[in-house]
């Protein structure tokens, strides 16, 4: 499985980014799609999680209400749109595959990685 993550820029206080996470290779209706994103000088964060089938989605109270997720299977491409944007939003996002399919917080669980975006929020 290979990733590739695209659309982070720099974007005003309380303005929008949808990233996206172009995916190839083999995908199983049974893997779980992440975000998670690190800002220097801290470990990587869980931002939220799809399963690729089904489309059942988990997000975390830090970003709930503001960011979801979403995936087009004919494209196996998964989305973050971000609204509402904060500073501390300010990271490198980074799109992985959990084969398990579980919704897993812990970066450890996920298999494939893509190669991070930065997403840069100005105040």
């Known amino acids: 499985v290979q990733l590739q993550a695209s659309g982070g820029g720099l974007v005003q206080a309380g303005g929008s980014l949808r990233l996206s996470c172009a995916a190839s290779?083999?995908?199983?209706?049974?893997?779980?799609m992440g975000w998670f994103r690190q800002a220097p000088g801290k470990e990587r964060e869980f931002v939220g999680a799809?399963?690729?089938?089904?489309?059942?989605?988990y997000l975390p109270d830090s970003v709930k209400g503001r960011f979801t997720i979403s995936r087009d299977n004919a494209k196996n491409t998964v989305y973050l749109q971000m609204n509402i944007l904060k500073p501390e939003d300010t990271a490198v996002y980074y799109c992985?595959?959990?084969?398990?399919?579980?919704?897993?917080?812990?970066?450890?669980?996920?298999?494939?990685w893509g190669q991070g975006t930065q997403v840069t929020v100005s105040s």
């Open positions: 992985a595959v959990d084969p398990q399919g579980s919704f897993a917080l812990t970066p450890s669980a996920y298999d494939y």
């Open positions: 799809i399963r690729w089938s089904g489309g059942r989605l």
């Open positions: 290779g083999l995908i199983s209706s049974g893997y779980t």
